[in-house]
T-cell receptor, first 112, second 113 residues
Framework: DGGITQSPKYLFRKEGQNVTLSCEQNLNHDAMYWYRQDPGQGLRLIYYSQIVNDFQKGDIAEGYSVSREKKESFPLTVTSAQKNPTAFYLC???????????FGQGTRLTVV | LAKTTQPISMDSYEGQEVNITCSHNNIATNDYITWYQQFPSQGPRFIIQGYKTKVTNEVASLFIPADRKSSTLSLPRVSLSDTAVYYCLVGDRGSSNTGKLIFGQGTTLQVKP
C-alpha cells in the first residue's frame, strides 16, 4: 500500500534533549512538509522540501531542523532550542507544485 | 499563497446540508481551491479541489462563483461522523508554485443528533 508513515505515534522526552521524528513516504512524491498543531489550533508550517537535498523554512522553523537526503524520507529534529516543543506534529507529501497533499497519522510529542 | 478567511465554527444537525464558505479575495489566475477535512488526532484528508464553477465527488460539492473570490464547500445530509475541522487552501498547481501549503484556522463543524 502506498502512503506516508510517521513514527512513533507517541513520544516522550525530557526537557533539554533533542528528538527526531520520522517521516517516510512511498508515493514517489517530490514535496514533503512538516507541520505543528497545538490544541484547538490550525496547522503551522515548520519546514518544507520540494526536492532532495533542498528545503526551506516555514513560518515557525526556529528550534527545528530537517534533512532531505532521500526522496522518501524527511526527518524532523526538535532541538533543545525549541521553547515549547510539546505538540502534535504532522508530516505530509505531495507531487511538486500540487496542493493535494497526503498526511501521516502524526506524532504526539510530550516534553516533560 | 492567497490568504483565506473561514468561519471559526458552525453547528448543524444530522441529515441537513451544510455549506461552509471561504473568502479568498486575492486569488491569482493560476490558483486552485482545495478543501481538507481533519478529525481529532489525525492528519488532514483531501476532500475536493476546483478552479471554477462546480465540482462534485462522492463526498462533497464545491461551488466557485465567476469572480473566484470565494468558494463554498457543500456537504449533503451530514451525519455525526462529519464532525471535523474543514480547511480551505488556495494555491497554484503549476511549476511556479513556491511549495508552501499554508493552512488557516479552519472551520470546526459540529453535527448534532
Amino acid at each position: 500500500d502506498g502512503g506516508i508513515t510517521q513514527s512513533p505515534k507517541y513520544l516522550f522526552r525530557k526537557e533539554g534533549q533533542n528528538v527526531t521524528l520520522s517521516c517516510e513516504q512511498n508515493l514517489n512524491h517530490d514535496a514533503m512538509y512538516w507541520y505543528r498543531q497545538d490544541p484547538g489550533q490550525g496547522l503551522r508550517l515548520i519546514y518544507y522540501s520540494q526536492i532532495v537535498n533542498d528545503f526551506q523554512k516555514g513560518d515557525i522553523a526556529e528550534g527545528y531542523s530537517v534533512s532531505r537526503e532521500k526522496k522518501e524520507s524527511f526527518p524532523l529534529t526538535v532541538t533543545s532550542a525549541q521553547k515549547n516543543p510539546t505538540a502534535f506534529y504532522l508530516c505530509a507529501s505531495s507531487r511538486r507544485g500540487i496542493t493535494e497533499a497526503f498526511f501521516g497519522q502524526g506524532t504526539r510529542l510530550t516534553v516533560v | 499563497l492567497a490568504k483565506t478567511t473561514q468561519p471559526i465554527s458552525m453547528d448543524s444537525y444530522e441529515g441537513q446540508e451544510v455549506n461552509i464558505t471561504c473568502s479568498h479575495n486575492n486569488i491569482a489566475t493560476n490558483d486552485y481551491i482545495t478543501w481538507y477535512q481533519q478529525f481529532p488526532s489525525q492528519g488532514p484528508r483531501f476532500i475536493i479541489q476546483g478552479y471554477k464553477t462546480k465540482v462534485t465527488n462522492e463526498v462533497a460539492s464545491l461551488f466557485i462563483p465567476a469572480d473566484r473570490k470565494s468558494s463554498t464547500l457543500s456537504l449533503p445530509r451530514v451525519s455525526l461522523s462529519d464532525t471535523a475541522v474543514y480547511y480551505c487552501l488556495v494555491g497554484d498547481r503549476g511549476s511556479s508554485n513556491t511549495g508552501k501549503l499554508i493552512f488557516g484556522q479552519g472551520t470546526t463543524l459540529q453535527v448534532k443528533p
